[in-house]
């Protein structure tokens, strides 16, 4: 005879029971609030407001158009502006606006740079460095000018020029004889030119000048 299982019956799970905060009263939520600090409030009342100098911000306006002028590279017009501003209460921008004016006192000194784009304006700058000497310096723009102006007899007999009172006795023959050919009265001119002193006792310079004179010739007398 077989036995019977019997089924344990399952007991019925317990709901869980959700506690509950005391309950607060209206009264008690109304004193929390009260005591409560207000933070924002508290924060602005905590930082003070700036109060500038008018005549400090003026000096700082007058600064600020200085330094404008001065990156313009308009250095006289910010000098007068950085003088304006020693005047001022401002210690601190008085040192700047010192330094800064020695600086503009400086750039002031210095030359303005030659901007030279034409042939003639080459050669007007190559003729005002030989009258000081500088005979490279002349050498170069005129080297420049005669690239510009090829034809131009004027540049070449200015080589000449130089090529003379540096000792360089062919290349001083070889630029005149372009500029005579260019300009035939370069002969004349030349002959009484006392750049070319060095060049008396070459006989090629003699036949240049005096083309019409037998070879072999004594030379005649350069300057009158």
Do not use: W
């Not at 001119?189 to 019409?212: G, S, Y």
């Amino acid at each position: 005879m077989v036995k019977k299982k019997h089924k344990k019956k399952k007991r019925p799970a317990r709901k869980a029971v959700a506690r509950r905060k005391p309950a607060r009263s209206k009264a008690t939520a109304r004193a929390r609030r009260k005591i409560r600090p207000r933070r924002h409030s508290a924060a602005k009342a905590a930082k003070p407001q700036k109060v500038i100098d008018p005549k400090v911000a003026q000096a700082m306006r007058v600064y600020e158009e200085a330094m404008k002028q001065f990156n313009r590279q308009n250095f006289r017009r910010a000098l007068v502006e950085f003088e304006k501003v020693l005047a001022g209460p401002s210690r601190e921008l008085a040192e700047r606006a010192r330094v800064h004016i020695a600086i503009c006192e400086q750039r002031m000194q210095r030359p303005a740079p030659v901007r030279l784009r034409t042939a003639d304006d080459h050669y007007h700058y190559a003729v005002s460095q030989i009258n000081l000497a500088n005979y490279e310096d002349a050498r170069l723009h005129l080297e420049k000018a005669r690239k510009l102006s090829p034809k131009s007899e004027y540049i070449h007999y200015a080589l000449a020029s130089v090529a003379a009172l540096t000792g360089e006795a062919d290349e001083a023959l070889e630029c005149l004889t372009k500029a005579i050919e260019l300009r035939p009265e370069n002969r004349y001119h030349a002959r009484n030119d006392a750049d070319f002193k060095l060049l008396e006792d070459d006989v090629r310079f003699q036949e240049l000048l005096h083309p019409d004179r037998p070879v072999g010739a004594a030379p005649r007398a350069l300057h009158v």
